[in-house]
């Protein structure tokens, strides 16, 4: 299945919890879940908003960097998505940012 069929089954939030349990990092799930909640967004909204964010920001050192692990991945699918998730949920989110509708990040 390709990333993007992913994302668009997001909307149902029991899939979106499925998918990302398949991720097999429980750490990453609950703060993605702590921040979605903070937030006051579902959880599969959040997540399929972090990878579009991680899409249209992602530096190009980070770009070659994905390209590289994506070669060794045993499923290039979770660790695109791993590392978007990383990506948004890096320390300056931490700081009073986060992603607004339209995908970007904005300062409280």
């Given at each position: 299945?390709?990333?993007?069929d992913?994302?668009?089954?997001?909307?149902?939030?029991?899939?979106?919890?499925?998918?990302?349990?398949?991720?097999d990092?429980?750490?990453l799930?609950?703060?993605?879940?702590?921040?979605?909640?903070?937030?006051?967004?579902?959880?599969?909204?959040?997540?399929?908003?972090?990878?579009?964010?991680y899409?249209?920001n992602?530096?190009?050192?980070?770009w070659?960097?994905?390209?590289?692990?994506?070669?060794?991945a045993?499923?290039?699918?979770?660790a695109?998505?791993?590392?978007?998730?990383?990506?948004?949920?890096?320390?300056?989110?931490?700081?009073?940012?986060?992603?607004?509708?339209?995908?970007?990040l904005?300062?409280?």
């Open positions: 299945m390709l990333l993007g992913v994302l668009a089954q997001f909307d149902d939030d029991a899939m979106a919890a499925e998918t990302l349990l398949r991720l990092d429980l750490g799930v609950a703060r993605l879940r702590e921040e979605a909640d903070a937030q006051g967004r579902a959880l599969g909204e959040f997540a399929a908003s972090s990878v579009r964010h899409a249209a992602a530096s190009d050192e980070e070659v960097t994905l390209m590289a692990t994506l070669g060794r045993g499923d290039p699918g979770v695109c998505m791993k590392r978007a998730f990383a990506f948004v949920l890096a320390d300056d989110i931490r700081a009073g940012e986060k992603c607004d509708d339209k995908h970007h904005v300062r409280d």
